[in-house]
């Protein structure tokens, strides 16, 4: 039997026990036992997308790889050999030279044909311009030419041979032209070109050497070209023909006779609102405008209102300054020299330059 003092000091030294309070782990409650298996199934529907897309990337790459391996196959086979060549002869080029100059290998398929190679060939003739194949099956190639136009006659420095320079600036072959009596060159050319619906270049220096098939480098024909390009179609419709004796010294006449001194083609814009300005001011009264520099640029008109449209052909016509001093001058209008042209109307008329 414990003596009472024995279980006070028992209580005492004994320390009161907490309630136990049970906390759910992370994962094992209700809401842990759904969340797994929702990450697992997302896990599993990601990796079978990604399964997927790869079968897919492969099979795609078996088929193309298929589909190569058919093609070389076949590109190497007689059974699309090209037996037949069918073409349609143009103006300048015929259905025989057409086929000669495209000197197709024997045993070339309408599947290995190499036309980077054909057109090449076919461009050694310089009127060919565009070329398409149309290949119809199993043995026939048809190959339609489109030739190069003609955009300008160039008056060479000899003054007897012109030649046509088509577009793209590639030089297609001399003109033969017939002059009757007391016709110049130029007066033939410039019909000529009037015919053909071309431009006339004339005055060329000595340098310009045209080469059939190759592309004008020579600096005064790539100005006039850099005036066409850059003038507005208003303009260049209205003009018939340049005068290009050097780079400082390009000059060009228009339908109605008036010749204009452009200089190098330099603040070509510039230089075209000024001569629009001038055109409209002064409408049927100019034979010559200077605007080789925009800023001061100089006239000369006609003292008679009696003017009409012209051909660009020679015109005699008596002209006054723009001060108002009278002078007397013939308009070369298609085939004048820049230079003479320049000095004589800077002598004639001046408005500040």
Avoid at 111 to 125: H, P, Y
Avoid at 155 to 177: A, N, Y
Avoid at 190 to 211: C, F, H, N, R, W
């Amino acid at each position: 039997m414990r003596s009472p003092r024995r279980e006070a000091s028992s209580r005492k030294g004994t320390k009161p026990s907490l309630p136990f309070i049970s906390l759910p782990r992370p994962g094992r409650g209700e809401e842990g036992k759904q969340s797994a298996p929702r990450r697992s199934a997302r896990q599993d529907k990601g990796g079978n997308a990604a399964r997927r897309i790869i079968v897919a990337c492969i099979a795609v790459a078996i088929a193309l790889l298929v589909a190569l391996v058919g093609f070389l196959v076949l590109s190497y086979t007689p059974v699309f050999s090209i037996t037949s060549i069918e073409t349609t002869a143009t103006e300048h080029v015929s259905k025989e030279d057409i086929a000669k100059l495209a000197a197709i290998p024997e045993g070339t398929t309408l599947l290995n044909l190499d036309e980077a190679k054909i057109t090449s060939n076919l461009q050694k003739n310089p009127w060919v311009g565009q070329v398409t194949y149309v290949r119809e099956f199993p043995n026939t190639l048809r190959i339609e030419v489109t030739e190069r136009s003609v955009e300008s006659l160039v008056v060479m420095s000899s003054g007897s041979v012109v030649w046509c320079l088509g577009d793209g600036g590639v030089w297609i072959e001399p003109v033969s032209l017939t002059t009757s009596d007391g016709e110049s060159i130029d007066d033939a050319a410039l019909a000529k070109a009037q015919e053909m619906g071309a431009l006339l270049i004339t005055d060329v220096p000595a340098t310009v050497s045209p080469v059939a098939g190759s592309t004008a480098s020579d600096s005064v024909i790539q100005a006039v070209e850099t005036y066409q390009s850059t003038f507005s179609d208003a303009l260049t419709s209205q003009i018939v023909s340049y005068s290009a004796q050097s780079l400082d010294s390009i000059s060009c006449t228009l339908k109605s006779g008036v010749e204009i001194s452009l200089g190098s083609a330099t603040d070509v814009s510039a230089k075209e609102e000024v001569i629009e300005q001038i055109l409209s001011q002064y409408s049927g009264k100019l034979t010559y405008i200077n605007v080789r520099v925009p800023s001061k640029p100089t006239y000369r008109m006609i003292d008679s209102d009696n003017v009409g449209e012209g051909t660009g052909a020679l015109v005699g016509t008596s002209s006054s300054s723009t001060d108002g001093s009278d002078s007397s001058a013939t308009d070369s209008a298609a085939t004048a020299s820049a230079a003479s042209a320049d000095s004589s109307a800077d002598s004639a008329a001046s408005t500040g330059q």
